[in-house]
């Protein structure tokens, strides 16, 4: 009987000590997959971290841009509007000059006729004239 007892001892601590090496085996194991884990945390706070500064940078570079494509978009409409100035002015002037250019010929062509017609006048006088002596 003692025997019987002695192997049954000897069977139970068997089988406890290599539950107990299982057991510490999945500890171990467990403790490497927690170790693992944080370190997977880590690496994603970090790319997180990384991505929300060139998210930040993206973005304040992107409204550096708009504010420069707006800004440029002024002064172009403001340079086209002083252009548009320019033009109607010089389109007024060259209106006027014109005017007055045909007011000049119209008057230049009034007095050629006024100087014609004395002309003709004098002529055919000249000519009754002459007929006259013969």
Known sequence: MEANLAATFDAGNSFNSKLKDTLEGLLGANNERKAEIDALRGDHDKLRAD????????????DLRKNEVKSLEERTAKDNQARITDIAKLDG????????R???IKALDGWAKGENDSRKTEIAN???FAESEK
């Open 51 to 62: 991505h929300d500064a060139l998210e930040n940078t993206t973005t304040r570079e992107n």
């Open 126 to 128: 000249l000519k009754n």
């Open 93 to 100: 002037k060259l209106d006027s000059e014109n005017s007055a």
């Open 102 to 104: 045909k007011e000049e």
